[in-house]
Protein backbone atom coordinates (compact mmCIF):
# COMPACT_ATOMS: atom_id res chain seq x y z
CA UNK A 1 0.00 0.00 0.00
CA UNK A 2 3.18 2.67 1.17
CA UNK A 3 4.58 1.63 -2.58
CA UNK A 4 1.03 2.71 -4.58
CA UNK A 5 0.78 5.54 -2.57
CA UNK A 6 4.19 6.84 -3.42
CA UNK A 7 3.60 5.85 -7.03
CA UNK A 8 0.67 8.35 -7.22
CA UNK A 9 2.56 10.78 -5.29
CA UNK A 10 5.17 11.20 -7.86
CA UNK A 11 2.94 10.58 -10.58
CA UNK A 12 0.81 13.65 -9.17
CA UNK A 13 4.51 15.95 -8.79
CA UNK A 14 5.33 14.89 -12.62
CA UNK A 15 1.72 16.09 -13.99
CA UNK A 16 1.94 19.28 -11.97
CA UNK A 17 5.33 19.81 -13.03
CA UNK A 18 4.30 19.29 -16.16
CA UNK A 19 1.63 21.74 -16.37
CA UNK A 20 4.11 24.40 -14.40
CA UNK A 21 6.45 23.90 -17.43
CA UNK A 22 3.49 24.86 -19.78
CA UNK A 23 2.34 27.83 -17.62
CA UNK A 24 6.12 29.02 -17.89
CA UNK A 25 7.01 28.13 -20.98
CA UNK A 26 9.60 25.62 -20.31
CA UNK A 27 10.64 22.17 -21.33
CA UNK A 28 8.77 19.97 -19.01
CA UNK A 29 11.84 17.25 -19.10
CA UNK A 30 13.67 20.37 -17.41
CA UNK A 31 11.18 21.14 -14.77
CA UNK A 32 10.66 17.51 -14.10
CA UNK A 33 14.34 17.28 -13.56
CA UNK A 34 15.40 20.40 -11.46
CA UNK A 35 12.15 19.78 -9.73
CA UNK A 36 13.57 15.92 -8.93
CA UNK A 37 16.94 17.38 -8.51
CA UNK A 38 15.52 19.96 -4.98
CA UNK A 39 12.65 17.34 -4.28
CA UNK A 40 15.51 14.49 -3.54
CA UNK A 41 17.18 16.55 -0.81
CA UNK A 42 13.66 17.74 0.84
CA UNK A 43 13.63 16.50 4.51
CA UNK A 44 10.84 13.21 5.01
CA UNK A 45 9.86 12.98 1.18
CA UNK A 46 10.65 9.23 -0.01
CA UNK A 47 13.78 8.02 -0.75
CA UNK A 48 13.74 7.07 -4.05
CA UNK A 49 16.04 3.76 -5.60
CA UNK A 50 16.15 3.75 -9.36
CA UNK A 51 15.76 -0.13 -10.35
CA UNK A 52 17.39 -0.80 -13.75
CA UNK A 53 15.41 -3.51 -14.59
CA UNK A 54 11.94 -1.49 -14.17
CA UNK A 55 13.37 1.51 -16.92
CA UNK A 56 14.82 -1.52 -19.53
CA UNK A 57 12.39 -3.60 -19.04
CA UNK A 58 8.96 -1.70 -17.73
CA UNK A 59 9.32 2.04 -18.83
CA UNK A 60 11.35 2.23 -21.81
CA UNK A 61 9.48 -0.40 -23.92
CA UNK A 62 6.01 1.22 -24.21
CA UNK A 63 8.05 4.71 -24.86
CA UNK A 64 9.82 3.41 -27.66
CA UNK A 65 6.63 1.39 -28.95
CA UNK A 66 4.48 4.56 -28.83
CA UNK A 67 7.46 6.27 -30.48
CA UNK A 68 7.93 3.85 -33.23
CA UNK A 69 4.87 3.45 -33.87
CA UNK A 70 4.09 7.71 -34.80
CA UNK A 71 7.45 7.51 -37.13
CA UNK A 72 7.15 7.40 -40.53
CA UNK A 73 8.51 4.35 -42.15
CA UNK A 74 8.97 6.61 -45.52
CA UNK A 75 10.92 9.14 -43.76
CA UNK A 76 12.95 6.76 -41.90
CA UNK A 77 13.90 4.57 -44.77
CA UNK A 78 14.99 7.83 -46.61
CA UNK A 79 17.30 9.07 -44.01
CA UNK A 80 18.75 5.61 -43.23
CA UNK A 81 22.00 6.85 -43.74
CA UNK A 82 22.36 9.75 -41.28
CA UNK A 83 20.03 7.51 -38.74
CA UNK A 84 22.69 5.05 -38.68
CA UNK A 85 25.45 6.40 -38.76
CA UNK A 86 24.47 8.40 -35.38
CA UNK A 87 22.63 5.41 -34.06
CA UNK A 88 25.58 3.13 -34.44
CA UNK A 89 28.76 4.74 -35.86
CA UNK A 90 28.26 8.06 -32.89
CA UNK A 91 27.82 5.81 -30.53
CA UNK A 92 30.23 3.66 -30.83
CA UNK A 93 32.92 6.46 -31.31
CA UNK A 94 31.63 8.53 -28.06
CA UNK A 95 32.16 5.05 -26.36
CA UNK A 96 35.73 4.30 -27.30
CA UNK A 97 36.48 8.40 -26.81
CA UNK A 98 34.73 8.69 -23.22
CA UNK A 99 36.57 5.34 -22.18
CA UNK A 100 39.49 6.16 -23.50
CA UNK A 101 39.91 9.92 -21.58
CA UNK A 102 38.33 7.70 -18.12
CA UNK A 103 41.01 5.50 -18.17
CA UNK A 104 43.83 8.34 -18.43
CA UNK A 105 42.24 9.69 -15.81
CA UNK A 106 41.87 6.92 -13.87
CA UNK A 107 44.26 4.09 -15.48
CA UNK A 108 44.14 1.73 -12.57
CA UNK A 109 40.43 0.90 -13.61
CA UNK A 110 40.44 -1.88 -16.89
CA UNK A 111 40.40 -0.43 -19.88
CA UNK A 112 37.02 -2.56 -20.13
CA UNK A 113 34.94 -1.03 -17.64
CA UNK A 114 36.12 2.44 -18.74
CA UNK A 115 34.19 1.72 -22.15
CA UNK A 116 31.28 0.58 -20.18
CA UNK A 117 30.95 4.36 -18.84
CA UNK A 118 31.56 5.23 -22.35
CA UNK A 119 28.87 3.00 -23.49
CA UNK A 120 26.64 4.21 -20.62
CA UNK A 121 26.85 7.64 -21.68
CA UNK A 122 26.93 7.45 -25.58
CA UNK A 123 23.02 7.23 -26.44
CA UNK A 124 20.81 10.53 -26.40
CA UNK A 125 17.87 9.58 -24.42
CA UNK A 126 14.74 8.86 -27.08
CA UNK A 127 12.13 10.46 -24.68
CA UNK A 128 13.89 13.70 -24.37
CA UNK A 129 15.30 13.82 -27.92
CA UNK A 130 11.24 13.38 -29.39
CA UNK A 131 10.19 15.63 -26.11
CA UNK A 132 12.42 18.39 -26.88
CA UNK A 133 12.45 18.42 -30.65
CA UNK A 134 8.83 18.45 -31.03
CA UNK A 135 8.73 21.25 -28.46
CA UNK A 136 10.69 23.41 -30.24
CA UNK A 137 9.68 22.83 -33.74
CA UNK A 138 12.40 22.06 -35.43
CA UNK A 139 12.62 21.27 -39.32
CA UNK A 140 10.74 17.59 -40.01
CA UNK A 141 13.66 16.14 -41.26
CA UNK A 142 15.67 17.07 -38.21
CA UNK A 143 13.24 15.28 -36.16
CA UNK A 144 12.84 12.22 -38.28
CA UNK A 145 16.78 11.88 -38.16
CA UNK A 146 16.74 12.57 -33.94
CA UNK A 147 14.03 10.53 -33.37
CA UNK A 148 15.43 7.79 -35.26
CA UNK A 149 18.48 8.12 -34.10
CA UNK A 150 17.10 7.80 -30.20
CA UNK A 151 15.14 4.47 -31.45
CA UNK A 152 18.33 2.59 -32.55
CA UNK A 153 21.04 3.94 -30.55
CA UNK A 154 19.88 2.15 -26.39
CA UNK A 155 20.51 -1.17 -28.48
CA UNK A 156 23.79 -0.06 -29.88
CA UNK A 157 25.07 0.90 -26.56
CA UNK A 158 23.46 -1.31 -24.31
CA UNK A 159 25.02 -4.45 -26.58
CA UNK A 160 28.42 -2.76 -26.05
CA UNK A 161 28.07 -2.10 -22.70
CA UNK A 162 26.78 -5.92 -22.27
CA UNK A 163 30.13 -7.17 -24.07
CA UNK A 164 32.36 -4.63 -22.15
CA UNK A 165 30.56 -6.22 -18.54
CA UNK A 166 31.49 -9.63 -19.27
CA UNK A 167 34.88 -9.36 -20.08
CA UNK A 168 35.37 -7.56 -16.74
CA UNK A 169 33.58 -10.46 -14.83
CA UNK A 170 34.90 -12.94 -17.00
CA UNK A 171 37.30 -15.01 -15.12
CA UNK A 172 39.59 -15.63 -17.81
CA UNK A 173 40.45 -11.72 -18.51
CA UNK A 174 38.54 -11.55 -20.92
CA UNK A 175 36.74 -11.89 -24.11
CA UNK A 176 37.48 -12.53 -27.78
CA UNK A 177 36.61 -11.64 -31.36
CA UNK A 178 34.79 -14.42 -31.23
CA UNK A 179 32.83 -13.70 -28.47
CA UNK A 180 32.04 -10.22 -29.20
CA UNK A 181 30.86 -10.79 -33.08
CA UNK A 182 28.31 -13.45 -31.99
CA UNK A 183 26.68 -10.90 -28.93
CA UNK A 184 26.36 -8.60 -31.34
CA UNK A 185 24.56 -11.00 -34.10
CA UNK A 186 22.45 -12.64 -31.35
CA UNK A 187 21.36 -9.06 -30.18
CA UNK A 188 20.90 -7.43 -33.52
CA UNK A 189 19.90 -10.37 -35.83
CA UNK A 190 17.63 -11.79 -33.07
CA UNK A 191 16.10 -8.58 -32.17
CA UNK A 192 14.83 -8.08 -35.76
CA UNK A 193 13.89 -11.53 -35.92
CA UNK A 194 11.55 -11.36 -32.58
CA UNK A 195 10.50 -7.91 -34.25
CA UNK A 196 9.50 -8.91 -37.69
CA UNK A 197 7.87 -12.05 -35.83
CA UNK A 198 5.90 -9.63 -33.76
CA UNK A 199 4.53 -7.74 -36.80
CA UNK A 200 3.64 -10.53 -38.30
CA UNK A 201 1.70 -12.01 -34.75
CA UNK A 202 0.20 -8.99 -33.81
CA UNK A 203 -0.89 -7.60 -37.48
CA UNK A 204 -2.83 -11.34 -37.57
CA UNK A 205 -4.52 -10.47 -33.58
CA UNK A 206 -5.09 -6.35 -34.17
CA UNK A 207 -6.84 -7.15 -38.24
CA UNK A 208 -9.42 -9.90 -36.47
CA UNK A 209 -10.18 -7.87 -33.38
CA UNK A 210 -13.18 -5.70 -33.98
CA UNK A 211 -13.31 -4.18 -30.34
CA UNK A 212 -11.72 -1.01 -29.50
CA UNK A 213 -11.26 -2.09 -25.99
CA UNK A 214 -10.00 -4.88 -27.10
CA UNK A 215 -7.54 -3.26 -29.56
CA UNK A 216 -6.14 -0.59 -27.02
CA UNK A 217 -5.59 -3.87 -24.78
CA UNK A 218 -3.64 -5.85 -26.91
CA UNK A 219 -1.62 -2.72 -27.69
CA UNK A 220 -0.54 -2.10 -24.16
CA UNK A 221 0.69 -5.81 -24.54
CA UNK A 222 2.74 -5.50 -27.81
CA UNK A 223 6.02 -3.69 -26.43
CA UNK A 224 6.13 -5.91 -23.07
CA UNK A 225 5.86 -9.78 -25.05
CA UNK A 226 7.78 -8.54 -27.68
CA UNK A 227 11.06 -7.63 -24.82
CA UNK A 228 9.98 -11.02 -22.80
CA UNK A 229 10.50 -12.97 -25.91
CA UNK A 230 13.82 -11.06 -26.87
CA UNK A 231 15.26 -11.08 -23.63
CA UNK A 232 14.80 -14.78 -23.73
CA UNK A 233 17.27 -15.70 -26.39
CA UNK A 234 19.54 -12.52 -24.86
CA UNK A 235 18.61 -10.62 -28.05
CA UNK A 236 18.07 -6.73 -28.19
CA UNK A 237 14.65 -6.17 -26.75
CA UNK A 238 15.23 -2.60 -27.85
CA UNK A 239 16.00 -3.45 -31.44
CA UNK A 240 12.62 -6.02 -31.66
CA UNK A 241 10.63 -3.58 -29.89
CA UNK A 242 11.72 -0.70 -32.87
CA UNK A 243 10.96 -3.13 -35.69
CA UNK A 244 7.70 -4.06 -34.30
CA UNK A 245 6.42 -0.81 -33.23
CA UNK A 246 7.78 0.47 -36.94
CA UNK A 247 5.81 -2.27 -39.05
CA UNK A 248 2.58 -2.14 -37.03
CA UNK A 249 2.22 1.81 -37.14
CA UNK A 250 2.68 1.33 -40.92
CA UNK A 251 -0.20 -1.02 -41.18
CA UNK A 252 -2.21 0.34 -38.61
CA UNK A 253 -4.35 1.95 -41.08
CA UNK A 254 -4.94 -1.50 -42.22
CA UNK A 255 -5.53 -3.21 -38.89
CA UNK A 256 -7.92 -1.35 -36.84
CA UNK A 257 -10.95 0.13 -37.24
CA UNK A 258 -11.17 4.04 -36.98
CA UNK A 259 -12.72 3.49 -32.95
CA UNK A 260 -10.17 1.26 -32.11
CA UNK A 261 -7.22 4.01 -33.86
CA UNK A 262 -9.05 6.84 -32.09
CA UNK A 263 -8.89 4.72 -29.14
CA UNK A 264 -5.46 3.81 -29.08
CA UNK A 265 -3.90 7.17 -29.92
CA UNK A 266 -5.45 8.99 -26.62
CA UNK A 267 -4.49 5.95 -24.72
CA UNK A 268 -0.84 6.21 -26.04
CA UNK A 269 -0.62 10.07 -25.28
CA UNK A 270 -1.92 9.40 -21.45
CA UNK A 271 0.44 6.61 -21.06
CA UNK A 272 3.68 8.90 -22.74
CA UNK A 273 2.55 11.70 -20.69
CA UNK A 274 2.50 10.31 -17.33
CA UNK A 275 5.65 7.60 -18.23
CA UNK A 276 7.61 10.39 -19.58
CA UNK A 277 6.88 12.66 -16.55
CA UNK A 278 7.70 10.42 -14.09
CA UNK A 279 11.21 9.24 -15.91
CA UNK A 280 12.50 12.47 -15.76
CA UNK A 281 11.29 13.49 -11.92
CA UNK A 282 12.86 9.83 -11.16
CA UNK A 283 16.49 10.94 -12.78
CA UNK A 284 16.09 14.01 -10.37
CA UNK A 285 15.37 12.05 -7.57
CA UNK A 286 18.14 10.00 -7.58
CA UNK A 287 20.87 12.68 -6.77
CA UNK A 288 20.72 12.04 -3.29
CA UNK A 289 21.54 8.32 -3.75
CA UNK A 290 24.10 9.04 -5.98
CA UNK A 291 25.92 11.48 -3.84
CA UNK A 292 25.68 9.02 -0.85
CA UNK A 293 28.65 6.21 -1.55
CA UNK A 294 30.53 8.94 -3.19
CA UNK A 295 34.24 9.44 -1.61
CA UNK A 296 36.32 11.09 -4.28
CA UNK A 297 38.36 13.74 -3.23
CA UNK A 298 36.76 17.29 -4.53
CA UNK A 299 39.35 18.40 -6.89
CA UNK A 300 39.87 15.24 -8.80
CA UNK A 301 36.28 14.27 -8.95
CA UNK A 302 35.55 17.97 -10.74
CA UNK A 303 38.23 17.67 -13.37
CA UNK A 304 37.31 13.88 -13.97
CA UNK A 305 33.43 15.20 -14.47
CA UNK A 306 34.57 18.58 -16.41
CA UNK A 307 36.75 16.42 -18.59
CA UNK A 308 33.92 13.63 -19.54
CA UNK A 309 31.41 16.43 -19.82
CA UNK A 310 33.45 17.98 -22.61
CA UNK A 311 34.73 15.26 -24.15
CA UNK A 312 30.81 13.92 -24.45
CA UNK A 313 29.93 17.16 -25.57
CA UNK A 314 32.63 17.70 -28.48
CA UNK A 315 32.74 14.15 -29.86
CA UNK A 316 28.79 14.40 -31.07
CA UNK A 317 30.18 17.62 -33.43
CA UNK A 318 33.67 15.91 -34.45
CA UNK A 319 31.26 12.96 -35.70
CA UNK A 320 29.14 15.30 -37.28
CA UNK A 321 30.59 17.29 -39.34
CA UNK A 322 32.87 14.45 -41.32
CA UNK A 323 29.40 12.15 -41.18
CA UNK A 324 27.39 14.87 -43.07
CA UNK A 325 29.93 16.34 -45.23
CA UNK A 326 32.27 13.25 -46.44
CA UNK A 327 29.55 11.33 -47.26
CA UNK A 328 28.56 13.99 -50.33
CA UNK A 329 32.09 13.21 -51.80
CA UNK A 330 30.62 10.09 -53.35
CA UNK A 331 28.72 11.25 -56.37
CA UNK A 332 26.10 9.10 -55.82
CA UNK A 333 24.60 10.25 -52.56
CA UNK A 334 25.70 14.37 -53.67
CA UNK A 335 23.08 13.75 -55.99
CA UNK A 336 20.73 11.97 -54.41
CA UNK A 337 20.97 14.10 -51.18
CA UNK A 338 23.03 17.48 -51.66
CA UNK A 339 24.81 18.86 -48.64
CA UNK A 340 23.13 20.67 -45.70
CA UNK A 341 23.55 24.36 -45.04
CA UNK A 342 25.99 23.70 -41.43
CA UNK A 343 23.10 24.73 -39.11
CA UNK A 344 21.53 21.38 -39.62
CA UNK A 345 24.44 19.61 -37.80
CA UNK A 346 25.32 22.38 -35.30
CA UNK A 347 21.17 21.73 -33.84
CA UNK A 348 21.75 18.17 -34.38
CA UNK A 349 24.30 18.09 -31.83
CA UNK A 350 23.15 20.56 -29.76
CA UNK A 351 20.22 18.02 -29.35
CA UNK A 352 22.18 15.14 -27.25
CA UNK A 353 20.40 15.13 -24.35
CA UNK A 354 21.05 11.99 -22.09
CA UNK A 355 18.37 10.59 -19.92
CA UNK A 356 16.69 7.49 -17.97
CA UNK A 357 19.04 4.81 -19.91
CA UNK A 358 22.40 6.24 -19.52
CA UNK A 359 21.07 5.95 -15.38
CA UNK A 360 19.80 2.48 -15.89
CA UNK A 361 22.24 1.36 -17.38
CA UNK A 362 24.88 2.86 -14.86
CA UNK A 363 22.72 1.44 -11.99
CA UNK A 364 23.13 -1.96 -13.65
CA UNK A 365 27.35 -1.69 -13.35
CA UNK A 366 28.33 -4.94 -11.90
CA UNK A 367 29.36 -4.60 -7.97
CA UNK A 368 32.80 -5.75 -8.79
CA UNK A 369 35.56 -6.85 -11.08
CA UNK A 370 36.70 -10.55 -11.86
CA UNK A 371 37.80 -11.89 -8.84
CA UNK A 372 35.51 -9.64 -6.25
CA UNK A 373 37.85 -6.69 -6.83
CA UNK A 374 36.09 -3.60 -5.86
CA UNK A 375 36.39 -0.38 -7.97
CA UNK A 376 35.17 3.15 -8.33
CA UNK A 377 31.13 2.29 -9.12
CA UNK A 378 30.04 5.06 -6.99
CA UNK A 379 32.45 7.30 -9.38
CA UNK A 380 31.00 5.95 -12.52
CA UNK A 381 27.07 6.47 -11.95
CA UNK A 382 28.14 10.07 -10.79
CA UNK A 383 29.75 10.94 -13.96
CA UNK A 384 26.60 8.97 -15.60
CA UNK A 385 24.14 11.02 -13.84
CA UNK A 386 26.27 14.41 -14.49
CA UNK A 387 26.46 13.81 -18.13
CA UNK A 388 22.39 13.08 -17.58
CA UNK A 389 21.84 16.74 -15.58
CA UNK A 390 24.20 18.84 -17.87
CA UNK A 391 22.67 17.48 -20.66
CA UNK A 392 19.45 18.07 -19.75
CA UNK A 393 19.70 21.63 -17.85
CA UNK A 394 22.32 22.94 -20.54
CA UNK A 395 21.26 21.67 -24.06
CA UNK A 396 17.76 21.02 -23.20
CA UNK A 397 17.37 24.83 -22.16
CA UNK A 398 19.50 26.57 -24.66
CA UNK A 399 18.45 24.70 -28.00
CA UNK A 400 15.22 26.60 -28.24
CA UNK A 401 17.75 29.66 -28.28
CA UNK A 402 20.15 28.21 -30.38
CA UNK A 403 17.48 27.08 -32.83
CA UNK A 404 16.23 30.43 -33.10
CA UNK A 405 19.68 32.09 -33.53
CA UNK A 406 20.74 29.34 -36.64
CA UNK A 407 17.47 30.37 -38.67
CA UNK A 408 16.97 27.47 -39.96
CA UNK A 409 14.64 27.21 -43.19
CA UNK A 410 11.39 25.99 -41.72
CA UNK A 411 9.31 23.31 -43.51
CA UNK A 412 6.91 25.10 -45.94
CA UNK A 413 3.69 25.60 -44.53
CA UNK A 414 2.10 26.58 -48.25
CA UNK A 415 4.12 23.18 -49.90
CA UNK A 416 2.59 20.88 -47.03
CA UNK A 417 -0.86 22.66 -47.18
CA UNK A 418 -0.83 22.56 -51.51
CA UNK A 419 0.10 18.97 -51.13
CA UNK A 420 -2.17 17.66 -48.95
CA UNK A 421 -5.04 19.40 -51.02
CA UNK A 422 -3.77 18.00 -54.09
CA UNK A 423 -4.26 14.12 -52.45
CA UNK A 424 -7.78 15.23 -51.36
CA UNK A 425 -8.52 16.27 -54.43
CA UNK A 426 -7.81 13.02 -55.97
CA UNK A 427 -9.92 11.48 -52.39
CA UNK A 428 -12.66 13.25 -53.44
CA UNK A 429 -12.89 12.40 -56.95
CA UNK A 430 -12.35 8.36 -56.09
CA UNK A 431 -15.28 9.20 -53.29
CA UNK A 432 -17.42 10.62 -55.24
CA UNK A 433 -17.19 7.97 -57.75
CA UNK A 434 -18.14 5.50 -55.29
CA UNK A 435 -20.89 8.10 -54.06
CA UNK A 436 -21.92 7.88 -58.22
CA UNK A 437 -21.92 3.99 -57.97
CA UNK A 438 -24.13 3.92 -54.95
CA UNK A 439 -26.48 6.77 -55.43
CA UNK A 440 -29.22 5.27 -56.60
CA UNK A 441 -29.35 2.44 -53.65
CA UNK A 442 -30.39 5.14 -50.74
CA UNK A 443 -32.59 8.14 -51.20
CA UNK A 444 -31.62 11.53 -52.98
CA UNK A 445 -31.77 13.67 -49.73
CA UNK A 446 -28.50 10.70 -48.59
CA UNK A 447 -26.91 11.12 -51.38
CA UNK A 448 -26.95 14.75 -51.56
CA UNK A 449 -25.89 15.37 -48.18
CA UNK A 450 -22.99 13.23 -49.00
CA UNK A 451 -21.95 15.56 -51.57
CA UNK A 452 -22.19 18.50 -49.39
CA UNK A 453 -20.09 16.93 -46.98
CA UNK A 454 -17.59 15.64 -49.67
CA UNK A 455 -17.68 19.19 -51.37
CA UNK A 456 -17.02 20.83 -47.42
CA UNK A 457 -14.29 18.51 -46.98
CA UNK A 458 -12.57 19.30 -50.07
CA UNK A 459 -12.76 23.31 -49.56
CA UNK A 460 -11.32 22.98 -46.36
CA UNK A 461 -8.53 21.25 -47.49
CA UNK A 462 -8.22 24.39 -50.16
CA UNK A 463 -9.17 27.11 -47.40
CA UNK A 464 -5.93 26.12 -45.82
CA UNK A 465 -3.72 27.62 -48.51
CA UNK A 466 -5.37 31.33 -47.90
CA UNK A 467 -4.02 33.75 -45.16
CA UNK A 468 -4.87 34.14 -41.39
CA UNK A 469 -6.23 37.59 -41.83
CA UNK A 470 -9.45 37.32 -42.16
CA UNK A 471 -12.32 34.16 -40.99
CA UNK A 472 -12.67 31.11 -43.50
CA UNK A 473 -16.25 29.45 -44.00
CA UNK A 474 -15.00 27.00 -42.20
CA UNK A 475 -13.75 28.67 -39.14
CA UNK A 476 -16.89 30.53 -39.51
CA UNK A 477 -19.00 27.33 -39.39
CA UNK A 478 -17.25 25.69 -36.37
CA UNK A 479 -17.28 28.71 -34.45
CA UNK A 480 -21.53 28.94 -35.21
CA UNK A 481 -21.35 25.36 -34.90
CA UNK A 482 -19.19 25.43 -31.49
CA UNK A 483 -22.43 27.41 -29.38
CA UNK A 484 -25.39 24.88 -31.49
CA UNK A 485 -23.85 22.28 -29.72
CA UNK A 486 -23.62 24.36 -26.10
CA UNK A 487 -27.22 24.91 -26.63
CA UNK A 488 -27.72 21.05 -26.98
CA UNK A 489 -25.83 19.94 -24.30
CA UNK A 490 -27.41 22.19 -21.74
CA UNK A 491 -30.97 20.91 -22.52
CA UNK A 492 -29.59 17.25 -22.37
CA UNK A 493 -28.24 18.22 -19.21
CA UNK A 494 -31.70 20.22 -17.74
CA UNK A 495 -33.22 17.25 -19.31
CA UNK A 496 -31.45 14.08 -17.54
CA UNK A 497 -31.35 16.97 -13.89
CA UNK A 498 -35.24 17.06 -14.02
CA UNK A 499 -35.59 13.27 -15.03
CA UNK A 500 -36.93 13.33 -18.32
CA UNK A 501 -34.34 11.12 -19.86
CA UNK A 502 -32.15 8.33 -17.72
CA UNK A 503 -28.52 9.12 -17.72
CA UNK A 504 -27.75 6.61 -20.52
CA UNK A 505 -29.22 9.07 -22.95
CA UNK A 506 -27.65 11.82 -21.83
CA UNK A 507 -24.31 9.65 -22.04
CA UNK A 508 -24.89 8.96 -25.74
CA UNK A 509 -26.05 12.61 -26.50
CA UNK A 510 -22.73 13.68 -25.30
CA UNK A 511 -20.82 10.73 -26.86
CA UNK A 512 -21.75 12.27 -30.37
CA UNK A 513 -21.34 15.63 -29.15
CA UNK A 514 -17.96 15.29 -27.81
CA UNK A 515 -17.09 13.87 -31.29
CA UNK A 516 -18.32 16.20 -33.71
CA UNK A 517 -16.97 19.06 -31.24
CA UNK A 518 -13.24 17.42 -31.16
CA UNK A 519 -13.53 17.22 -35.30
CA UNK A 520 -14.60 21.22 -34.92
CA UNK A 521 -11.32 22.11 -32.74
CA UNK A 522 -9.13 19.59 -34.88
CA UNK A 523 -10.54 21.63 -38.17
CA UNK A 524 -9.46 24.99 -36.59
CA UNK A 525 -5.82 24.18 -35.12
CA UNK A 526 -5.26 23.10 -38.21
Not at 125 to 144: F, I, K, Q, S, Y
Not at 241 to 251: A, D, P, Q, S, Y
Not at 317 to 326: G, I, K, M
Not at 472 to 479: G, L, Q
Request: proline share 6%.
Amino acid sequence: MEGLFEVVVFLAIATLGAALARRLGLLAPIVLVVLGLLLSFLPGFPHVRLDPELVLVGILPPLLYVAALETSVPAFRLNLRPILLLAVGLVLFTAFVVGTVVHLFLPHLPYAICLALGAIVAPPDAVAATAVARRVGLPRRVVTILEGESLLNDATALVLLRVSIVAVTATGGGVGAGEVAREVLVAAGGGIVIGLLGVVVFSFLHRRITDAVLDNALSLIIPFAVVFAAENIHASGVVAVVVTGLGIGHRMPLLMSAASRLQVAAFWRLTRFLLEGLVFLLVGLQLREVLRDLDEPLGSLVGITAAVLLTVFLTRFVWLFPATYLARLVPRVRQRDPAPSVKFPVVIGWAGMRGVVTLAAALALPLTLAGDRPYQRALLIWLAFAVIVVSLVVQGATLPMVARRLRLPPDDPVQDALSAAAVQQQASRAARERLDALADTVPKSVADRARRMLEDRTNLAWERLGGTERETPSEAYARLRQEMIDAEREVFRAARDAGRIPEEALVRAYRDLDLEESLLRRKVEE
